[in-house]
């Protein structure tokens, strides 16, 4: 299997997982260790590919959501519904800690030991969610109030541990909190724009070593495979959600933790 037949694959994993709460780190540890994707999947040039690919998703959620960030881009704070002090109130608390703690979650929070962990911890977070789950007072992403934006990014703290997943523990945050399954998913969407790029700059920052123009084919075949299948995968996802259980997600997280664990541990 040639490499960009994996980069493809890779982009696949991605864009089918990133937003779904189901922890894309777990199934790209996976995908690559099972492909041996470029030779060492916790290398510096998988890293760095890994980042590319999410860059991926994250233009999907950009051209799905275009008219929805012209909106939020407008600081309009006296318009009905949504706004960008939604968004900067849900980001605060994980992109502080995220900052602040940056190298202590690289080192002790991004192994495939602590990824199992955190699959079987997020699982029973979203079964506690459906099990706790009201009537919400937010059934749209306009419904969502400032107490419940600070509520889910509290939440979305719990992603800085890998594997937990972004949209799982902010769906369940919404779900405590409140808010419908899908305005929660679509706030997360939104949330993980600005999140997602700063993140990723970093990274690519600090790896900018393995950036080099004989991959540059390897890359885009990611990127581009990851951003049209991430765009189906919400789309599809947030018809799902509706009428799906979180439930059935956290029985799939536990078989992953025990793919992981079975295949990389």
């Not at 696949?12 to 779904?20: A, D, H, M, P, Q």
């Not at 995968?233 to 992953?256: C, D, E, G, H, P």
């Amino acid at each position: 299997m040639t490499d960009i037949v994996k980069a493809v694959i890779m982009g696949i994993v991605e864009g089918l997982t990133e937003f779904l709460p189901v922890s894309s780190t777990g199934h790209m540890i996976v995908t690559g260790n099972v492909l041996d994707f470029l030779g060492d999947p916790e290398g510096n040039r998988a890293t760095t590919f890994e980042v590319v690919v999410q860059l991926g998703a994250v233009l999907a959620v950009l051209v799905l959501y275009w008219k929805r960030f012209l909106k939020l881009l407008s600081f309009n704070l006296k318009a009905p519904g949504l706004n960008i002090l939604h968004i900067i109130i849900g980001m605060f608390p994980a992109s502080v800690l995220g900052l602040l703690l940056h190298d202590f979650i690289k080192d002790y929070l991004f192994g495939p030991k602590t990824v199992v962990v955190s699959l079987i911890a997020g699982g029973l977070l979203l079964i506690g969610a459906e099990k706790v789950r009201r009537k919400p007072s937010a059934e749209t992403l306009d419904d969502i109030t400032y107490r419940q934006a600070l509520g889910i990014g509290c939440f979305q703290i719990l992603s800085l541990w890998s594997g937990f997943s972004r949209s799982g523990s902010t769906m369940a945050g919404g779900m405590f909190f409140g808010v419908s399954k899908a305005a929660a998913a679509e706030f997360t969407f939104l949330m993980s724009v600005p999140i997602m790029l700063g993140a990723s700059g970093v990274d690519l920052l600090k790896n900018h070593d393995a950036l080099v123009a004989s991959d540059a084919g390897l890359f885009l075949a990611g990127l581009f495979t990851s951003f049209v299948v991430a765009m189906i995968a919400i789309v599809t996802f947030l018809n799902l959600v509706k009428r799906l259980s979180l439930t059935w997600f956290a029985y799939y997280r536990f078989v992953l933790a025990i793919l992981v664990f079975l295949l990389v541990v």
